[in-house]
């Protein structure tokens, strides 16, 4: 059973009147935020899922990392079951009117029912919007029931290519739906398929950077301030990258010190203007990459001349083994949000197309305010959202729960605004590519 | 407050194989059924909102009026709201991307303040979307503020004209969404605007006709019967029409004996084929017109033969005096669904776009199972849906209250592709009116 919260997260800081504020201006200006986001995806359109992390320290509201291959859909809220086929449903109808066979294919780790439980729930909610769905191992040889704690029975099936067709056993799908972020490479059997492949293989880790995201996001940002009246910093990290790093070597070790210590720098500047009296650090990640793994959090670039072999090792490799190079230095933001049990927490929310979905609270009991939480373990525990994030309540408080799930549902379809404008660099890169 | 349902009124009668049958068909076919409806809404875009009078007999679900004016927003679950404006949200990417202006006309009645409470409800819903909304009086000369009983307040404004243009005081809008049903016919003021109407002033009670949508109910409900495999009649009422009547001078009252008994035969063999032994009846109305006037219940034609003179003035007139001439002969469904308190009840479906928003019980303690319900009064009153009418539950039993809903969305929707189509009829006759 998916956990619902009853409460929302309690806002462990004094410091909350900036973030009052975003909230006033983002309920004020609903309106205007709804024509903006409907004119930025009819420029640019949606993906076809995504999902944010956010962190919320009271006096900054900001996106840290946006996922095209959403997993946890399981996580999300049953109640809200209609709002979702709906969802799917409008996608459908917009973009891929004649559908009717989807062929979904998700990560290769199936000893991980977690996951598995959102795969199942994610073929299910494609079902009840009217597609035949059928799930496609990367691995398999043969036919596969997983029997899941929620009861459920997913079957994977091997999948094989007809010429350029992607196929499984008497199933001609017309559409390839990843939920596979390609981390290890694109396999050879998604490469020059007939079928459209939604998200686009160019949005696989190989080759998608964060760099990439956060300076569309930047921008993003900036006009959505605009539209509101509000500083773009509350709701923007800064960020830097480092290129052709080699952490085992300690290659590019003064690019790193210098951007930390430049990041650290503006949100110094920032603090200080608004009287905030927290640290602050940074968040060094692989550009490329998820999962948690290589992250670290920073209070100085002096941090980065003494890297002992262990942190070294770690922050070498990302998931499946992807070497990192490429570097991404961003502000961290504080999440002062903890539940009852002051256990630390994260709200993540999904979008299907430009709708939004909900979330939920990433909660964890091992972790501090100042480090990344998206890392799966004992401590780790989803709670799903009481409301959907769609809509303010001008009659209530503006920190009042439904309010601050709106503002969560406004700065995430800010970021699959971000998303639209790197899956139209991909287009247009491949159409040039496919011009040269 | 809306009052929401917390249990599903009962089915008061033992005739229900039938119906449960239509249910585990609806079930099992949920998936060929969303795909069906998204290519009927492909090919025939759906109006911008319809609300739907179900009747529902235990052994027969289907249709009785569909009103494409649809007041009672302010009925809807507001639990909902999310759903309410993702649906309004999803027809403006689909058809009105660019809008940002819109005047909302509702009826010339103000002095009914539940229907005000209706059109308080729809501006905010539209406010909530992300448009600029007014409320554009068809009679008032001056701005006109109504102070309603949940507390809101609505603000009519009168309309002008500036050449082909339809304003307010300082306020051009781009799209004029009628919640009028131009029973007293289409004012002059409305009349060859540059802007676009929503739903057209073909839709208006001037020309639509009951016959042309229950003709384009009857095809595609026998397309949907084909698609989950059931007898079309058990979703499908008989009905047939006469033209030029005159109540008052008893014209053409032989086609009205004749057809009256002609539905009841039909049905009676239906009955029979069932093993239903209830009696059958027809609904007399005209084929112009709504709001429950000039509306008869009838168990024979012989009872048209000698109609007293307070019977024949009553069925002589519709809403705003419209005239009856032509009539609509339907033959009458049961309602066997009552609440607790043994008042008859009658399910209101409501949709925008493609959407089912969920809908409310019309409960009315004064009338039988036989009677239209559709008769605001003292006894009327209304109990919102607990569920919004999109998915069914596979594990619950098909009569469960989540997919008696779910039956009751799909039927809606089929009214709606009626809906659609008499849409397509009317663009035609104006492309060929234009061209001639």
Wanted: glycine share 6%; net charge negative; with cysteine.
């Amino acid at each position: 059973m998916t956990e619902v919260l009853q409460n929302i997260p309690l806002l462990a800081t004094e410091r909350t009147e900036a973030l009052l504020d975003i909230e006033r201006h983002l309920i004020a200006g609903q309106s205007a935020i709804e024509r903006w986001f409907r004119s930025q995806f009819q420029m640019t359109p949606a993906p076809f899922y995504a999902s944010v992390d956010l962190r919320n320290s009271g006096f900054k509201l900001a996106p840290v990392d946006t996922n095209l291959f959403s997993a946890g859909f399981n996580n999300l809220n049953p109640e809200f079951s209609s709002l979702y086929v709906s969802a799917i449903q409008h996608y459908l109808n917009q973009y891929y009117p004649g559908l009717e066979r989807l062929l979904l294919i998700p990560e290769n780790h199936t000893r991980n029912l977690f996951y598995l439980e959102n795969v199942a729930r994610l073929r299910e909610l494609l079902e009840m919007s009217g597609l035949d769905v059928r799930v496609g191992s990367l691995l398999l040889e043969e036919r596969t029931a997983y029997d899941l704690p929620s009861g459920n029975v997913l079957l994977l099936e091997p999948i094989f290519r007809e010429g350029n067709r992607l196929q499984a056993a008497g199933f001609d799908p017309q559409l390839i739906l990843l939920n596979n972020d390609l981390s290890g490479g694109v396999p050879e059997i998604l490469e020059n398929l007939e079928q459209p492949i939604s998200p686009p293989l160019a949005a696989g880790w190989r080759s998608r950077r964060k760099s990439q995201h956060f300076a569309h996001y930047r921008a993003a940002a900036h006009e959505l301030a605009e539209v509101i009246d509000i500083d773009p910093w509350l709701i923007d990290p800064f960020f830097r990258r480092c290129q052709g790093i080699d952490f085992m070597r300690a290659e590019g070790r003064d690019c790193l010190v210098a951007n930390v210590d430049a990041v650290l720098e503006l949100t110094r500047e920032r603090y200080a203007h608004y009287g905030i009296t927290q640290r602050p650090f940074v968040i060094v990640k692989a550009d490329a990459g998820t999962y948690g793994m290589g992250i670290m959090t920073a209070y100085s670039g002096a941090e980065f001349m003494d890297l002992n072999r262990k942190e070294r090792t770690r922050m070498a490799k990302s998931k499946e083994g992807l070497p990192v190079s490429d570097v991404f230095i961003q502000e961290g933001v504080y999440t002062f949000e903890q539940t009852a049990e002051e256990a630390v927490a994260e709200p993540v929310v999904y979008m299907v197309g430009q709708q939004v979905l909900g979330g939920f609270y990433r909660v964890h009991t091992g972790r501090g305010r100042d480090e990344n939480l998206n890392a799966p373990g004992a401590h780790f525990e989803p709670m799903a959202f009481g409301e959907p994030c769609i809509l303010p309540c001008r009659k209530s408080p503006p920190d009042a729960p439904v309010n601050r799930y709106y503002a969560y549902g406004v700065i995430a379809r800010l970021t699959l605004v971000a998303a639209a404008r790197e899956m139209a660099d991909w287009r247009q890169q491949q159409a040039s590519g496919a011009a040269s």
